[in-house]
Nanobody, 125 residues
């Protein structure tokens, strides 16, 4: 099992930036994907970005491509989500997730086994 703790959320004006961090502990060596998902009020949780621990391959939802960047620091067991050019529609609780299911799509919630508690991101217009 992997324990995940997110940080870095907050309130920002449209056009601004935030960087989310996800510190992982436990059996991190067994994780294949690290992902960021988000859930807005009244909506389902949706994929935002993912990265593979070993190769660093990245995956993005179309809605964030070109604005968000996911990265990892293997030495610190930490994954980051740099969010630029934020829009009000980016407002959501952002969750970090760890997945160990090789061969499953990075974009699917079902791929992920462990989840953080979430961090709120609010973008004002």
């Amino acid at each position: 099992q992997v324990q995940l703790v997110e940080s870095g959320g907050g309130l920002v004006q449209a056009g601004g930036s935030l960087r989310l961090s996800c510190a992982a502990s436990g059996r991190t060596f067994s994780s294949y994907f690290m992902g960021w998902f988000r859930q807005a009020p009244g909506k389902e949780r949706e994929f935002a970005a993912a990265i593979t621990w070993s190769s660093g391959n990245t995956y993005y939802a179309d809605s964030v491509k070109g604005r968000f960047t996911i990265s990892r620091d293997s030495a610190k067991n930490t994954v980051y989500l740099q969010m630029n050019s934020l829009k009000p529609e980016d407002t959501a609780v952002y969750y970090c997730a760890a997945g160990r299911r090789v061969g499953q799509p990075a974009t699917s919630l079902a791929t992920y086994d462990d989840w953080g508690q979430g961090t709120q991101v609010t973008v004002s217009s």
